[in-house]
């Protein structure tokens, strides 16, 4: 008898790994026009769900037809491909993509319990079709193309979640009442020794009538999902609880209606049991169901965010349409109060606007003509006309929940070692179940079947890879939810785990840590001239100008509400400045050439002069009259919170690093301001990546935060690149997180995102694993030898149940996640003023006590001595001038031939050579 036994739980394990791992049938793909289709049936599985003969660079369309309704497949994720869609119950729906490279690609459903594998190979033939063409499916599969769920469809798993609520709270209390009398009855009369219970409610039949629709009603989802998994080859949560379950209610009805065919002491019954269990699994279902919707807050929030009409301006009309009618080109109009519709460019009125939906930026934002304007957004309380510039898919709020969508169908690689484990955790459960039941037959107390049966019962049911497949997607689809609601776009999940071991951040300098648009930063009249005219006078003259410079002190008056002087014969002096007339005095506004030509001593305002560029700053020398009236300084101002973003990181643990091409006495200057030590400068766009590659090479984990053209090597060289959403699109394409706003504040939100999130997977993880490692084993019987304590199969349900949900429940802790404060911005330079410059030690005469961080140049090496074109102010390295010129005993350098054949002209118009420090033209 016992080698009967063990041969046959042999057998059975065998058995079980043929089945579960031994060839399957593959769904081979078929070339239609181009495209390769192929057919997947989705009911209680994957069918096929190994996706054979895939060929690299042509387009693939998977006809997903689910036949089934239910939380668990009712999306499909594809994270290798961007993919996470939406599948409608009982309709076909077409996910599309081009896999570009070979390999083997898991896609899964949304709970991450449902799997299958698309197997690429090849490449591209000559009959392969343009990718992604537009198609008309003539069977009317639903379109879902790479990452897109449309909203009508988000619309639709609301709907269905809605009513699979609806139906397990009527299983719910159908099996709760039914239940609670036998439940009452057997614990009443087993565990207490009752004897007011009548001998009626004991009656076998009567329990099995009240618990069959329990079984059958009740306990049809978990059933039909987990036989249906079973035919598939696979198994699940479900699989599991509906083998014990069933083993369970068979031989009760055996005892039931054949008791003779067993001896009297394996006369028992386990109604109770199963009624419970069922009741149990699917409470937890129903409480898991409602938290997971939870956790989807965060696109739910943003679709609603759209306004569904629009007021436009057509053919002299205004009309109210639809906002999917709204075409680029339009004028949309919009009053006090509403929602702008489309993204646009403002071309009439002002008012501020509500931009904190998609910026996470609580101020408002005064906008007006000439500003581009953000759908979804709420205006204030002026009037807007504008401009549509983009339309439909390609709106900000449109691309953010793509991104979004994205990111929460994406992969973090630290579930990669739960896939692993999911993958064989169900079929290892089943065998342990078989080896328990075998050794409960061979060395257990009598009567053993009993002892068996309820131990391989127990151990069927307490396993939970639902736990497991639920720790990392649960809170990365919250973490990336609330990262969007506060303005930061994470385009992976990779990226969100990588984020939080960051121990370097490189900033770029302009338009990153500086606005990007040079600013009037100083006003300094000499000789008792009071500022205000002094500054109202100059605007004047430079508000015939179009120079940068010009249009940064012509704001500045304005933004002091002063009134200009009106200005005569106005003339600009190519290289030198401007000259005009202001109440019959000549002014002149430019360097110190300009008016050491016009006979103005300019000795008085030398040291302010100075001191402006030992700032990093543009300085302009005024005349007026013939006397030096003072000196105006212009620079790249900081973006607010600038300083304190760079002190929150530090306290982080993180080295903050700037990088730019300006010279190292602007970037020392920005670098004090806001407190950073280590800086790199006069680095060509081309060499960027290259320095973030060399921090690489020092073992350090580098993030990169930039916003222009020249920043995308290094942001896609980064570990984790976070481009400015205020930058070029080409920089928002090559990073890994998008900083809508604008603000440096975000990155400190991403970082602490990022650490919030891994620590709430790691419990996660830690608490499945550990929930399975000693659960099984208890459910399996190992303390009984020791401690006489076996698992009674209704405790082993309730803690299934719970351990699922408290896996949803810890992650929608981080749906409290709120950005901490940023630390003030006056802790910023506190170190000793040390500057490194090629590898030398000096102290920075200007930093007047305040920090000056170490300076190093891109490669270590010296950087070459820069002179200035006396044609167009640029500075140029001598060694590849186009051309020079020699002249009254001084050596001219010109960065092109032009600049060289204008200096030829009138050569002494230019003075000695001397190397100026503004760049006027």
């Known amino acids: 008898m016992q080698w009967l036994v063990v041969v046959g739980a042999i057998a059975l394990t065998v058995g079980l790994g043929w089945f579960f791992f031994g060839p399957r049938r593959t769904g081979r793909v078929e070339l239609v026009d181009g495209v390769q289709v192929v057919q997947v049936t989705v009911d209680g599985g994957y069918n096929p769900d190994v996706i054979d003969g895939v060929r690299a660079g042509v387009p693939l369309r998977i006809l997903f037809d689910r036949r089934e309704s239910g939380e668990c497949t009712s999306r499909v994720v594809m994270p290798d491909f961007k993919v996470n869609a939406a599948l409608p119950a009982f309709k076909t729906t077409a996910?599309?993509?081009?896999?570009?490279?070979?390999?083997?690609?898991?896609?899964?459903?949304?709970?991450?319990m449902v799997s299958g594998v698309i197997r690429v190979n090849g490449s591209a033939s000559a009959e392969a079709g343009p990718p992604l063409p537009a198609l008309a499916d003539a069977s009317g599969a639903a379109q879902a193309g790479v990452g897109g769920t449309p909203p009508a469809a988000a619309d639709g798993e609301e709907v269905e979640r809605a009513a699979e609520i609806r139906d397990l709270t009527r299983r719910l209390v159908v099996g709760a009442v039914l239940s609670a009398p036998v439940l009452v009855?057997?614990?009443a009369a087993e565990l207490f020794r009752a004897t007011w219970v009548p001998e009626f409610w004991m009656n076998p039949w009567l329990q099995l009538a009240l618990v069959a629709p329990v079984m059958f009603y009740t306990g049809w989802p978990i059933h039909r999902t987990g036989w249906k998994a079973l035919t598939h080859r696979t198994a699940d949560m479900n699989s599991l609880i509906t083998l014990?379950?069933?083993?369970?209610?068979?031989?009760?009805?055996?005892?039931?209606?054949?008791?003779?065919?067993?001896?009297?002491?394996?006369?028992?019954?386990?109604y109770e049991a199963v009624g419970v269990i069922l009741t149990l699994i699917l409470l937890g279902r129903l409480l898991e169901t409602k938290a997971k919707a939870g956790t989807g807050e965060a696109i739910r929030a943003l679709i609603g965010l759209q306004p569904r009409t629009a007021r436009i301006e057509r053919d002299g009309n205004e009309l109210e349409i639809g906002v999917d009618d709204v075409r680029v080109g339009d004028i949309v109009v919009i009053r006090p109060g509403e929602k702008l519709p489309v993204d646009g460019e403002i071309v009439g009125g002002s008012s501020s606007v509500d931009e904190s939906m998609v910026t996470g930026e609580s101020m408002p934002v005064t906008k007006k003509v000439g500003d581009a304007v953000i759908g979804a957004t709420i205006n204030g309380t002026g009037a807007l006309r504008y401009r549509a510039k983009k339309v439909g898919a390609d709106t900000m709020l449109a691309q953010i929940i793509k991104l979004v969508r994205e990111a929460q169908g994406s992969k973090a690689p630290i579930q990669r070692l739960a896939d692993r484990v999911s993958g064989y955790f169900v079929p290892a459960v089943i065998v342990i179940a078989v080896w328990t039941f075998a050794a409960w037959t061979l060395f257990g107390p009598p009567p053993v079947f009993i002892f068996a049966l309820v131990a391989a019962v127990s151990v069927l049911i307490i396993a939970c890879p639902c736990a497991l497949g639920l720790a990392t997607p649960m809170s990365i689809t919250v973490g990336t939810g609330k990262g969007a609601a506060y303005g930061i776009l994470i385009r992976s999940a990779e990226a969100l785990e990588t984020a939080h071991k960051l121990d370097a951040i490189i900033l770029d300098k302009t338009g990153t840590i500086t606005r990007g648009v040079p600013a009037l930063t100083d006003v300094m009249p000499t000789g008792g001239i009071d500022e205000g005219p002094f500054?109202?006078?100059?605007?004047?003259?430079?508000?015939?100008?179009?120079?940068?410079?010009?249009t940064a002190i012509v704001t500045g008056?304005?933004?002091?509400?002063?009134?200009?002087?009106?200005?005569?014969a106005f003339d600009s002096v190519t290289g030198q400045g401007v000259r005009a007339t202001v109440d019959g005095h000549v002014v002149l506004v430019g360097n110190r050439r300009l008016l050491e030509a016009n006979g103005v001593d300019v000795a008085p305002l030398l040291a302010a002069h100075d001191w402006l560029a030992g700032q990093g700053k543009t300085p302009m020398l005024v005349a007026i009259g013939d006397r030096p009236a003072g000196v105006l300084g212009v620079a790249d101002t900081l973006k607010d919170g600038s300083a304190a973003a760079v002190a929150a990181l530090t306290d982080r643990g993180i080295e903050v690093i700037m990088m730019t091409g300006d010279n190292r006495a602007t970037a020392a200057a920005?670098?004090?301001?806001?407190?950073?030590?280590?800086?790199?400068a006069e680095v060509l766009p081309e060499h960027k990546a290259a320095e973030v590659r060399r921090l690489q090479a020092e073992g350090k984990i580098v993030g990169m935060v930039g916003d222009g053209i020249n920043d995308a090597p290094a942001l896609a060289q980064a570990d984790v690149g976070s481009a400015i959403g205020t930058g070029t699109d080409v920089a928002i394409e090559s990073s890994d997180i998008t900083l809508i706003s604008g603000a440096l504040s975000g990155i400190v939100t991403a970082v602490d995102l990022s650490?919030?999130?891994?620590r709430n997977i790691k419990q996660n993880l830690a608490f499945a694993f550990l929930y399975n490692t000693l659960g099984i084993p208890i459910a399996a019987g190992v303390l009984y030898p020791a401690f006489g304590i076996t698992l009674s199969p209704i405790i082993a349900a309730g803690a299934m149940a719970l351990s699922s949900l408290s896996v949803v429940i810890n992650a929608n802790r981080l749906r409290r996640f709120a950005p901490h404060p940023l630390p003030d911005a006056d802790r910023a330079a506190t170190a000793p003023p040390v500057v490194e410059i090629g590898g030398s030690t000096q102290s920075d005469h200007h930093s007047q006590g305040k920090e000056t961080p170490m300076i190093s140049l891109f490669g270590k090496k010296p950087a070459p001595t820069r002179v200035v074109d006396p044609i167009c102010g640029m500075k140029i390295d001598p060694a590849t001038a186009a051309a020079t010129r020699e002249h009254d005993g001084a050596t001219f350098h010109f960065c092109s031939k032009g600049c060289a054949a204008t200096f030829d002209v009138d050569p002494h118009r230019y003075g000695h050579g001397e190397s100026r420090l503004d760049h006027r033209h």
Do not use: K
Not at 248 to 270: E, G, I, K, Q
């Open 95 to 112: 996910v599309e993509f081009v896999p570009a490279v070979a390999g083997e690609y898991r896609f899964a459903c949304g709970m991450n």
């Open 185 to 187: 009855t057997v614990m």
């Open 244 to 270: 014990g379950t069933s083993a369970a209610f068979a031989y009760s009805l055996v005892v039931t209606a054949l008791p003779w065919l067993l001896p009297d002491a394996l006369r028992h019954v386990y």
């Open 535 to 550: 500054l109202a006078t100059v605007a004047a003259v430079e508000r015939a100008s179009e120079h940068p410079l010009a």
């Open 557 to 568: 008056a304005s933004q002091r509400g002063l009134t200009l002087p009106s200005v005569a």
């Open 670 to 680: 920005i670098a004090a301001q806001v407190g950073i030590r280590r800086v790199v």
């Open 755 to 758: 650490r919030a999130t891994m």
